[in-house]
């Protein structure tokens, strides 16, 4: 047996990558993932843009500080690769973390008066004519700039729900003790009743042109008013009543808070996540168009 022992060939152990072609490969998966180099746009929402979506693929891939740095730093073009070799020529590359580079590039990319300008669009904002998952992707890339004013979550649904339309706004208001996700779950499902109530009545419509249509808003005709203040003279005031809608699965015996089955994304209609964390919604980040109107 100690002959056989002997002259067994060894078996030899596969060779460690090199780390020029780690690296390689990190930036390949950076790429793979929708990362995008980046060439110093001068407009700030495309500077957040690009750091948002690097900060979300970095934790996906699980690189460590120092690799964050050199994967970002190998994606900068034109004039932001001129700042950077500026900057690491005054700064040790390796001690380099992923927060103080992030901080020395909004520095550089983001000044205080476009931060002021941005904070007060977000106190302005409003949904306007949009679609509530523009309104919320607009709402979330601005919130940064007014973070003292949206410092408790009371605050920021109250400045979340003072922006939506009028007939969301007024259902939304009695719901302000909800986490925010459930808060835009509720607006996204306001929001679809709304437009199948529309679709409805076109439908309708369209096959008797005779009848009358009765949109969801309330008329604002003086023949109306009158007819509301005589019935409430007539009757006695009640204090209003507030359904009980699950907005995740429809039911009428409990809230969306307390809904024991999975939460589905109201934009791309999935379980698993929230409209807040949709990786559908958050394309609209990438082109930086976003409506802040």
Request: glycine share 4%; net charge positive; charged share 30%.
């Amino acid at each position: 047996m100690e002959l056989f022992r002997g002259t067994q060939p060894s078996v030899a152990t596969p060779a460690a990558p090199s780390q020029k072609y780690a690296f390689a490969r990190m930036c390949s998966d950076y790429s793979h993932l929708g990362g995008k180099p980046f060439k110093g746009s001068k407009s700030v929402l495309e500077v957040q843009t690009w750091l948002r979506a690097s900060e979300r693929i970095f934790s996906r891939m699980d690189l460590s500080d120092h690799h964050r740095v050199l994967v970002a730093s190998s994606m900068l073009q034109e004039r932001a690769l001129d700042w950077y070799e500026l900057f690491i020529a005054k700064v040790d590359e390796s001690s380099l973390s992923w927060i103080q580079l992030k901080e020395r590039f909004e520095l550089k990319f983001v000044h205080e008066s476009e931060k002021a300008n941005l904070a007060r669009s977000f106190l302005e904002l409003k949904q306007g004519k949009s679609s509530v998952s523009d309104y919320v992707a607009s709402f979330n890339a601005l919130s940064k700039y007014g973070v003292e004013f949206i410092n408790t979550p009371r605050k920021k649904n109250l400045r979340f729900v003072d922006g939506l339309k009028k007939y969301l706004k007024k259902v939304l208001l009695l719901q302000l003790k909800l986490s925010f996700e459930e808060l835009v779950d509720s607006a996204l499902c306001l929001e679809a009743v709304e437009k199948e109530r529309d679709s409805g009545d076109n439908v309708e419509v369209s096959k008797n042109p005779n009848k009358k249509r009765f949109p969801f808003h309330k008329p604002n005709s003086s023949n109306h008013k009158k007819k509301k203040q005589a019935t409430s003279s007539s009757q006695p005031s009640s204090a209003p009543s507030v359904q009980r809608v699950c907005y995740n699965c429809g039911s009428l015996d409990h809230f969306l808070h307390s809904c024991p089955k999975p939460r589905i994304c109201r934009y791309c209609k999935k379980e698993g996540h929230r409209v807040s964390d949709c990786p559908i919604a958050s394309k609209g980040f990438k082109s930086g168009k976003l409506n802040v109107a």
